[in-house]
Every structure is written in structure tokens, then in C-alpha cells.
């Protein structure tokens, strides 16, 4: 009996262990969601109710107001094919973005099973306060501008079957397989993350010439009349599609017993309002109408979703009649007019901002009212109008905003620097000029972002060990010269004889990088050198400095010579000519009636004036577009890589003299970059007051900076931006909507 009593002591104990372990393990599928149902037990959490959203909370209904933020999918030195982030990593952002006052993320296509296991997990330890989701579905975007045609089969059969994985993946009830090249997630998804989804986005930003050639082709397409979702009459033939394309998410997503609302994404190029002051045809060419479409058996029902920036398209600057509105400083705002006459469009359904923002960068692509410019911000100006823009959403009656974006991500491109950089190499360095990769409220900042601060004081210099190297150069001014680099600029600390004073001396830095360039100019004061250069930093200013650009070197005046640009002196296309000019960036293209509704000039922007800054982020006078810093004898600086003519610093890629078009520039691999410093005093070159007759300098004797080329390795530094903070104090000030817009 004893025997008989410890074999089943002992076989108690091991199902406790096991019972234990299983319920450890299955503690995330089982956590629960308060809900309300309806008819055959279908769970709902969030639905539509007239022109709001709804959650069920407290065994109630209450009106809800989405403030949340959207999530890319990869990290710096990976595209989004990869799909690199970690489970750590999400469940570490989530509590940065509730502790922002965030109460959904936005993701645009099916993540990895990683971000729906977190996410679980991450809600398991917040149950009375979880974080939810609004899960995207990409459509077959390259297809349909290539086709031109949605009804496609092939295209069609995609579509569809995307929607179906997207829904049984947010269930755990999948295994996907990855195609990395395409950029879709794979594994096995076995988290059901459903109970904290709060909404599905069907679809991406149409292509409006995509969108009419669909209507087009298929005029006589019969009305579509779906199980959950139809097309109302008069709706155009991608109307009718995208109505398909909702239901088949609801069809699928019932099969689960849950409903959840409903939207395709759209943008103000495809909305229903007409914008008489845009220039550009495409961008006014046809509508995707939300109000075509409503629900035949829904309960959680169906609202329309609007990317809106501040800056695109161009009627958002000068198109008067969007200019009738004060915002709430009492600032006549185009953004606010748009926003009022957009849901006015609306009157039916609710309607969600699910993207808006500007970027924390250099490069700026386009000029915005109020200076809400894409670009051209430091992380302060970005929360600073991030906030605003969040603030004329909930105050205009929309039932969410959705900053973009998260995080930064370094592979993303820009139309007016995406010629000169390589675009298989984006991921693995960052390039401040490109604009795109810098929306996010968490930075992922270059390697070296801890490690140096641009300060004026060299202390974090000896603290580099090897990871540097004296440049040996004697010149007249400067005692030593130290170089460094990351994958975001090229850093420099000079030691000067003496303090520098912009009232009386400038100091000059020439880049040389390949053969060709400035020998002399105006800046060398009648030195000459015996090897020329691409760039020129000036300093002779207390609050900035200036990057220039030989004149025949200049990346900007080749590619848009015969686009826009005022007619070009010969002499400038020439070598040495001796002449440098401003580094810019366009910011819109020449445009000229009938190719356009009316005549709009070519703009461009100086992105080359660098800052006088600290970029210690724990400093209150802190600027994440300081360039330079000088205390005493010390010079700091560092410089973005593009600005030195580089399209790709990993592999030592910088772009030459020569062009296969007009539209493309050639690339050479060389060895570094050499540093050409000088000082001028009292209109002399110091050390070569007998400059006129003097032998030219010996340039090339001065030896090249260096580096090991990365490839696709990269470190990088995940940090908030001042931006979050910002957004953090205006989103906590903010729990639900609008309800009564009447007296705005």
C-alpha cells in the first residue's frame, strides 16, 4: 500500500508539472477580451454607431477615438522582406507607445509571428488597459500599376488570397511561407491575437491612373451585392471591386466568431473632393468614393480611412479656396480647411486620419503651409507640428489620427534623392537627405550617436581608443586633426592654434574624393591646389556653415539643367571652374500648361547650411540638425555622407563625373576621402600670404580617410526623439472624441 501510495504521489506530481507548464505556455491563448455578443455567439469589441466609433468596455458601449501610431516592419540594415524584428523588440515598443498615450498601432501588411505573439504576451500583462491593433492588407500594389487593371484574375486571386492569410494569421490559425523578396511574413502563426484587433484597412494607396484605367475597362461590371458588404448605384467599377474585397474579409473573419469594423485605405489624390487649385491632373483625376460603398450584415460596421499630409499634393500650399479656415492658434490653414471639407464628404460614416506627419531630417521633398515642409526639421519642429496636425484631427470630428510613423527606417526612398543613391545599399546606412527614412518618433540613430557628441569638446574623442585616426596634415592654424566615421556621417575634431572668431578669419574644409574638381576659387584666395574638389564646408558665420559643391560636380544643377532650372553659365559645366555653389534639393518639378492645369515653377531648397548645434540629446539646447560646434580650440563636425557626394559609404560608392542620361548618375569605389583644410585671415590664406606666387599645393600629398567597407552589417542607436515627448503630452491630454464639431 505505501508503494502503491508514493507511485501515485509521484504521478500526481508529474501532471501538476506538466499542468503547470501547459498552462504557462497556453497562458496567451487563453487571455480574454470583455466583448459583447450577437447572434451565433459572434464576438464584437469595437463597431460603428452613426459617425463614431464604439468600443464595448464596463458592459457598455462608449464612443472611441483611435490615437495611436503606425509600425513599419524592419530595423536599420534590413528591408522590409526581412523582417527583422525581434519579439523583445515589440513587446519593449508597446509599452513605449502606451506610455505615449497610444491605444492602438497600426501595422500595414501581415507581420512576422513574432508581432502577434508579443502582442499577446504583452496584453496578458495588461489586461485591463491592452493595447490594440489595426491590421492592414497589403494589395498587390506593383501588379496593379503595371496592369493597370484590378479585375485581373491573377491580381484578383492574390488580393483575395492575401486577405485570407492576413485574417487567419491575426487568429493563429496559419503557417505562411516567407517570400522575402516580396516582403511577406511567413512561419507559424499560433497566437490568436484577434480578441485585440480593433479594426481592419484593406488595401494601400491607389494609383489614380490604375484606379480609371479599371473604371474603363469594366463600365458595365455588374453591382456588387455581398453577403456583409455591397456597392450603393452609381458606383464606379473599382468601387465595385474594393466592396468584393471587403466582404471577402468579412466572410473570412466571421469563420473566427468575431466582427470587427472596416475600411480600405485611401488618400487625398483618390478622394471625392475636387481640389481646382492642383496642377498636376493625376493628382485631381478620380475619386475611390467610401460613401459608394456600405454594409449589407455587419454589426461592427464600416468607416473610411484618409492618408492626410500637411504638404502633398501641392494645392495643400497655395490653392485658395482650401485657405478659408483658422486652425485652433487662429492661423489661416489649408490642412484645416481640408479636413473639415473631407468630413463634411462624409456624413454617414466615420472617418479615421490613419496617416499624418512630418520628418525629423535634413533632405526636405516638398513645402507645406505654416512650414510644415517634408523635411527640413529638427526632432523639436517635428513633435512640435506633429502635435498640432494631431490636435486639428480630433478638434475637426474625426474618430482617429494615426501618426506615421513608429520607428525610422533607414531603406526608405525619396523622389529627389533616390538618383543618387543605390538603391539595393539604402538599408545599410543613413542618409539624413532622404527624408522618408526619418518620420518615426523613435529614432535608430548611426553607430556613433552615443559615442560623440558635436559639442566642441574632444573628450569623447580619447575615449574612441583606436576606433580613429590622426590625419596628417600640417597646415597653418591647426595643430592635429582627427577623423571618424558611421554609418551616418563623416566626423571631424580639429585642434586650432587658437580660438576660432567668425568676425575675423573663416575656416575652410575641401573634400576630395575622385579625380576632377576645384583647383582654385574664390575661397583659396589665389592658392591654388594640384588636385581639385568635389565639396567645400565653409565656416565664417557664429550660428551656421555652408556645404557647397563644385559647379560641374553639381548633382543637382546635371540632373535638372534642362528641367526647370534657370538657364546654366557654360563656364559652370566645365572643370575648375572655380566656382561652388549651393547644395540643393528640389522640392517640385517644372510644370507647364497643357501638361498641367496651369504653369507652376521648379522649386528647389539649400539643404547644405549646417547648424552650429550641440547633439548631446540630454543637453535642453539640444538640435538633431547640429553639424558643428566649436569651444575654445576645439572644432567638432560631422557631415552626412550624400553631402559629400557618396550614394553608398558602405561600399565606398561615390558618384563621378560622368552620366549614362540625364536621369542617371555613374559610380565609382574609391579608397576614402581626403581632407583639405585651410583658414583665411585678413583676406590671406594663413601660411601662404605669398599665395599668388606660390608653387599650387600639394594636395595630393595628404593622405585619404579610410574605413573598411560594412556591407550589411550595421550598429545602430534606438532612442526616442523629442518628438515623442511632445507627442506623449498631446495624445494623454486627449481620451475620446469629438462629438459635437458644430461650433468650429
Do not use: C
Amino acid at each position: 500500500m505505501g508503494k502503491w501510495f508514493k507511485y501515485v504521489l509521484k504521478l500526481g506530481l508529474v501532471f501538476a508539472i506538466v499542468a503547470g507548464a501547459l498552462f504557462y505556455w497556453l497562458r496567451p491563448l487563453l487571455v480574454k477580451v470583455e466583448s459583447t455578443t450577437i447572434a451565433d455567439g459572434i464576438h464584437v469589441k469595437f463597431r460603428v454607431q452613426g459617425t463614431n466609433v464604439e468600443e464595448y468596455s464596463n458592459q457598455a458601449w462608449k464612443p472611441y477615438f483611435a490615437k495611436g501610431v503606425n509600425m513599419g516592419a524592419t530595423v536599420p540594415g534590413h528591408f522590409p522582406g526581412e523582417l527583422a524584428i525581434s519579439e523583445d523588440d515589440y513587446e519593449r515598443w508597446f509599452e513605449m507607445i502606451q506610455d505615449m498615450g497610444s491605444n492602438v498601432v497600426r501595422i500595414y501588411t501581415i507581420m512576422m509571428p513574432e508581432f502577434y505573439e508579443a502582442l499577446v504576451k504583452y496584453n496578458r500583462e495588461h489586461q485591463k488597459n491592452p493595447l490594440f491593433f489595426i491590421q492592414g492588407i497589403w494589395s498587390p500594389e506593383e501588379q496593379l500599376i503595371e496592369g493597370q487593371d484590378a479585375y485581373d484574375p491573377q491580381i484578383k486571386q492574390k488580393f483575395e488570397q492575401e486577405i485570407k492569410d492576413a485574417v487567419a494569421a491575426v487568429y493563429g490559425k496559419t503557417t505562411l511561407t516567407p517570400e522575402p523578396h516580396s516582403g511577406k511574413a511567413g512561419g507559424a502563426y499560433k497566437y490568436n491575437a484577434g480578441p485585440y484587433l480593433m479594426s481592419w484597412i484593406v488595401g494601400t494607396e491607389w494609383e489614380p491612373k490604375m484606379v480609371k484605367g479599371t473604371n474603363d475597362l469594366h463600365v458595365d461590371t455588374a453591382d456588387y451585392e455581398g453577403k456583409h458588404f455591397r456597392n450603393k448605384p452609381g458606383a464606379s467599377a473599382f468601387e465595385k471591386w474594393l466592396a468584393l474585397m471587403m466582404d471577402t474579409a468579412a466572410q473570412t473573419e466571421i469563420q473566427y466568431g468575431w466582427q470587427h469594423p472596416i475600411a480600405f485605405a485611401n488618400w487625398v489624390t483618390t478622394d471625392p473632393l475636387e481640389h481646382p487649385g492642383e496642377p498636376l491632373f493625376e493628382e485631381d483625376l478620380v475619386s475611390v468614393d467610401p460613401a459608394h460603398i456600405e454594409v449589407a450584415d455587419w454589426a461592427a460596421g464600416y468607416f473610411a480611412s484618409y492618408h492626410v499630409y500637411p504638404y502633398y499634393p501641392d494645392f495643400f500650399s497655395f490653392d485658395s479656396s482650401f485657405q478659408t479656415m483658422a486652425n485652433s492658434k487662429g492661423q489661416i490653414d489649408s490642412y484645416t480647411t481640408y479636413l473639415h471639407k473631407l468630413k463634411e464628404a462624409h456624413p454617414d460614416i466615420p472617418v479615421m486620419i490613419t496617416e499624418y506627419g512630418v520628418p525629423a531630417s535634413l533632405g526636405v521633398a516638398h513645402l507645406g503651409m505654416l512650414g510644415r515642409n517634408q523635411g527640413g526639421h529638427n526632432e523639436k519642429q517635428q513633435g512640435d507640428i506633429d502635435a498640432d496636425l494631431f490636435q486639428e484631427i480630433h478638434g475637426a470630428g474625426y474618430s482617429g489620427a494615426i501618426l506615421f510613423t513608429w520607428q525610422d527606417e533607414w531603406f526608405k526612398k525619396t523622389w529627389n534623392t533616390q538618383r543618387y543613391d543605390e538603391a539595393d545599399r539604402r538599408a545599410y546606412w543613413y542618409n539624413t537627405l532622404t527624408n522618408e527614412s526619418f518620420f518615426g518618433v523613435l529614432g535608430m540613430f548611426p553607430s556613433k550617436d552615443d559615442d560623440i557628441h558635436i559639442d566642441g569638446d574632444a573628450s569623447d574623442w580619447k575615449r574612441l581608443g583606436d576606433d580613429k585616426k590622426r590625419l596628417d596634415v600640417q597646415v597653418p592654424g591647426f595643430e592635429e586633426i582627427w577623423a571618424t566615421h558611421d554609418e551616418g556621417y563623416l566626423y571631424l575634431m580639429a585642434k586650432l592654434s587658437e580660438p576660432f572668431d567668425p568676425s575675423r578669419q573663416s575656416i575652410y574644409l575641401g573634400a576630395d574624393t575622385i579625380a576632377g574638381g576645384n583647383r582654385h576659387a574664390p575661397q583659396l584666395h589665389g592658392v591654388t591646389l594640384d588636385e581639385g574638389l568635389e565639396t567645400l564646408i565653409e565656416l565664417s558665420d557664429e550660428n551656421k556653415g555652408r556645404m557647397m559643391i563644385a559647379s560641374n560636380y553639381d548633382l543637382h544643377a546635371r540632373l535638372y539643367e534642362r528641367s526647370g532650372l534657370p538657364d546654366i553659365d557654360p563656364k559652370e559645366n566645365q572643370d575648375d571652374s572655380g566656382i561652388f555653389k549651393p547644395w540643393k534639393l528640389a522640392v517640385n518639378y517644372l510644370l507647364e500648361y497643357p501638361d498641367s492645369r496651369f504653369n507652376h515653377p521648379f522649386g528647389d531648397v539649400e539643404v547644405g547650411e549646417l547648424e552650429r548645434g550641440y547633439t548631446d540629446p540630454s543637453r535642453p539646447d539640444y538640435s538633431s540638425k547640429a553639424m558643428w560646434q566649436a569651444q575654445g580650440q576645439v572644432l567638432e563636425m560631422r557631415i552626412p555622407w550624400m553631402l559629400l557626394g557618396f550614394s553608398d559609404p558602405s561600399s565606398l560608392s561615390v558618384i563621378n563625373y560622368n552620366q549614362t542620361s540625364r536621369s542617371k548618375f555613374e559610380v565609382t569605389q574609391v579608397e576614402g576621402v581626403r581632407i583639405v583644410p585651410w583658414i583665411v585671415q585678413d583676406d590671406k590664406v594663413l601660411g601662404r600670404e605669398d599665395s599668388a606666387a606660390a608653387e599650387p599645393y600639394p594636395v595630393s600629398r595628404l593622405p585619404k580617410y579610410t574605413w573598411q567597407r560594412w556591407e550589411d552589417k550595421v550598429d545602430y542607436v534606438e532612442r526616442p526623439k523629442q518628438s515623442y515627448s511632445i507627442m506623449k503630452e498631446a495624445m494623454q491630454k486627449i481620451d475620446g472624441p469629438v462629438t459635437d464639431i458644430s461650433g468650429s
